[in-house]
C-alpha cells in the first residue's frame, strides 16, 4: 500500500516539476507511512523525492519505530538520519537533505510545518524555491479506496451505536459537559479510537452557536439537545450531528426550524454525484432554507471533506466548482442558528457512487423528542 502510494506522489511530483516535498508529524505523513507521530519540541520530517528512496530526518527515540514499519509494516526504505536530544537536530538534517537529489523546487505544507521544522528546511535550502504542498497532498487523498471507506463505516457505526446509549440514558439536570463525557466513554467502549475532535453538546439556546463549547448548563424538560461528534477507527474518523428535543415537543417554530434542515440536508445528498459541482450540493440545501425564509441564519458551508481528518478536501461552498469522484468522501450538514432561540444542525457523511452518493451514516433523521430515563 504505501509503496503505492509513493509511486503515485513521486508521479504528481514529477508532473509539477517539483524535486521534493517535506511532511511533518501529522495526517499527511501519516497516510504515507503509516507513523503516527508526535508533534512536539523534537522536529520530525520525512523528505519524498521525485526519484529515489525517502528520507528521514527523526528523533533517534524514533528510529526503531522506523525500521519496524521498514521490516514488518510494509513500509518503503529510506535511509534514516536522527539525533539525540543532546546533540540537537541540524546535523542529522543537513546530512538527510544532503543526501537527497538536486532540488531546485520543493514543497511544505503550508497550513501545518511550523516555524521550528521550516527554519531547517531553508538552512540547507537556501536558494531552492518553495511551493505549497498541500494540494499535491489534496490530489492523493480526495478519493478513498475501499478499505479507507470500509473503516470510516466503522467509524461511523460506533457513533452511532454511542449516541444511541447517551440519548437512552439522558434525564434532568445533567450538564452538557457531563453528557459530552458519557458520550466520548461510550465511543471507547464501543470499540472508537482516539477521538478526532472535541464533541459539542448544546442544551437549549446554546445550540445556536455553530461551534460552541460544553459548558455547565442543564438540561431540562423542554429543553432541544444538539450533539455534533465523531471518533476514528483505522486512522478514518465519523463526525456526526443530530439535533433532539427533550421531554416535550418543540414549539411551532423550533418544529419548523427542524423540518426546514431535514429537507436541506436531504436535498444536498440528493444532488450530490460523480460529475456534480461541490458548490451544487451547497446551492441544493441552502435554497431549501432561503425560500423557507432562514436564509440570514445559515452561516456556514454546508459541508466539507472527511478522511483521515475532519476538516480535508474537498469543501462543500460556493465558488468551488470542483467535480465530485467516486471515492470521495464529504459531510452535508446545513444549519439554521437563531440567537437567543433554536439552533439545528443534521450532519450526515457521505461517499460518492457511480450511481450518485451513499450516506454513511445511518441514524434517524425525523424529529425526535427523547423521554427521560426512568421517566
Given amino acids: ?13 514529477r508532473r509539477r516539476d517539483i524535486q521534493c516535498l517535506a511532511l511533518i508529524a501529522g495526517a499527511n505523513l501519516r497516510y504515507m507511512t503509516g507513523l503516527d507521530f508526535h508533534l512536539m519540541e523534537r522536529p520530525t520530517v520525512v523528505f519524498f523525492p521525485a526519484e529515489g528512496d525517502p528520507v528521514f530526518a527523526i528523533p533517534s527515540l524514533e528510529v526503531p519505530r522506523v525500521q519496524k514499519a521498514i521490516n514488518g509494516g510494509g513500509l518503503f526504505e529510506g535511509p534514516i538520519y536522527h539525533y539525540s536530544d543532546a546533540d540537537g537536530p541540524d546535523k542529522a538534517f543537513e546530512q538527510a537533505m544532503m543526501s537527497l537529489p538536486e532540488v531546485e523546487r520543493y514543497a511544505v505544507e503550508y497550513l501545518r510545518m511550523r516555524v521550528l521544522e521550516l527554519k531547517l528546511v531553508q538552512r540547507h535550502f537556501p536558494v531552492a524555491a518553495m511551493q505549497d504542498g498541500g494540494p499535491i497532498m489534496d490530489t492523493l487523498r480526495l478519493t478513498k479506496d475501499s478499505a ?31 453528557i459530552e463525557a458519557y458520550l466520548n466513554i461510550a465511543q471507547i467502549q464501543h470499540g472508537g479510537g482516539p477521538l ?25 424538560m423542554g429543553d432541544e439537545i444538539l450533539f455534533d461528534f465523531g471518533t476514528s477507527y483505522g486512522g478514518y474518523i465519523s463526525d456526526i450531528t443530530r439535533t433532539f428535543f427533550f421531554g416535550q415537543p418543540p414549539s411551532t417554530k423550533a418544529r419548523e426550524v427542524y423540518e426546514t434542515v431535514k429537507a436541506a440536508n436531504e436535498a444536498g445528498r440528493k444532488v450530490a454525484g460523480p460529475g456534480v459541482p461541490c458548490q451544487e450540493v451547497d446551492r441544493a440545501a441552502r435554497k431549501v432554507i432561503e425560500q423557507a425564509g432562514y436564509g440570514e441564519y445559515f452561516i456556514h458551508r454546508v459541508g466539507h471533506g472527511i478522511g483521515m ?35 439545528v444542525r443534521i450532519e450526515d457523511n457521505m461517499v460518492v457512487t457511480q450511481s450518485g452518493a451513499e450516506s454513511l451514516t445511518t441514524f434517524d433523521r425525523e424529529l425526535c423528542v427523547i423521554q427521560p430515563r426512568n421517566a
Fill in 309 to 343: 481528518e475532519g476538516h480535508e478536501g474537498p469543501y462543500m461552498r460556493e465558488g468551488n466548482d470542483q467535480p465530485l469522484e467516486v471515492g470521495m468522501t464529504f459531510t452535508v450538514e446545513p444549519g439554521i442558528y437563531i440567537p437567543g432561540e433554536v439552533g
Fill in 196 to 220: 478526532p475532535f472535541e464533541a459539542i453538546v448544546l442544551i437549549g439556546d446554546n445550540a445556536a452557536l455553530p461551534h460552541g463549547n460544553p459548558g455547565d448548563r442543564k438540561l431540562n
Fill in 148 to 178: 479507507e471507506i470500509e473503516a470510516m463505516r466503522k467509524a461511523i457505526k460506533i457513533s452511532e451505536a454511542a449516541l444511541q446509549e447517551t440519548i437512552d440514558w439522558l434525564q434532568p439536570d445533567l450538564t452538557e459537559k457531563e
Fill in 1 to 13: 500500500m504505501f509503496q503505492s502510494r509513493l509511486e503515485r506522489l513521486q508521479a504528481e511530483l
